[in-house]
């Protein structure tokens, strides 16, 4: 044991990978947040009523089990915007997804954290700004007295592939950590989460098409994006991992 599983606490923030690893086998449930976009995208598919199987980056045997699982391949990536019926992981490209698809999506962020969550024994949710409530409140529900922690994706910096933390999954974060209720004792990051978002809860839509991320998505011409995931709150869809899969 050491600090950076944040024991003592019940509320638990942390950032991509690594937090996926110190958090997840000590929480009951992890929630994995990548606003722009793979847990937006989530969000919008499985309110359709399709499935999501994440499937980690780069990785062919993944993808090939998908495949075997029936599962619709999408383009890996932003950069790859047509795939099966023009289906990609772009949000904005499943409002119109039929019901009982199975997609399989990969991302090096929210996608490989929530398939890497899988195998730490935590309940695995997806959360993002659209869902925010109702995941905090499922997570309280599912984890009753046990901590919950929530993990901010973050983004990578290019062409090193570090991690580089975002405004938008920082607030993702914490829109879930402030609304997950019977938390006796938060940590300071969860704490500072929770108040960050609160600060501009009023201006969300503002805020993240204003951040690095919401400007890059601007830029490649996929502002439709960034106002899906700016809608606080709009969708009462808690995605959970079932068999690999988020299922509503």
Known sequence: MTVFEQDGFDLRVEWGLDG????????????????????TTVDVALGRGARV?????HDERAAEAAKAAGAVLTPSGLDESIGHAGWSLRPSSLTELPPDV???????????????AAETGATVLAGCLRNASAVGAAAAAIAGDRPIGV?????RWRPQQT?????????????????????AAPSSEAELAAVSYRAVADR???????????R????AGVPDDVKLAGDVDVSAV???????AFAA
């Open 102 to 116: 199975l997609l399989g999506i990969s991302s090096p962020n929210g996608a490989t954290l929530s398939a890497v």
């Open 216 to 219: 890059e998505l601007v830029a």
């Open 53 to 57: 199987l994440p499937l980690p980056w």
């Open 163 to 183: 991690l580089r933390p975002s405004v938008e999954d920082y607030l993702g974060a914490g829109a879930i950590a402030a609304a997950v209720t019977g938390r």
């Open 238 to 244: 808690v995605p959970v991992l079932v068999n690999g």
């Open 204 to 214: 969300i839509p503002a805020v993240l098409a204003d951040s690095v991320s919401g």
């Open 20 to 39: 996926v690893r110190a958090l997840g086998p000590r929480c009951a449930v992890l929630v994995v947040v990548d606003v722009l976009v793979f847990t």
């Open 151 to 155: 993990i901010a994706g973050g983004e």
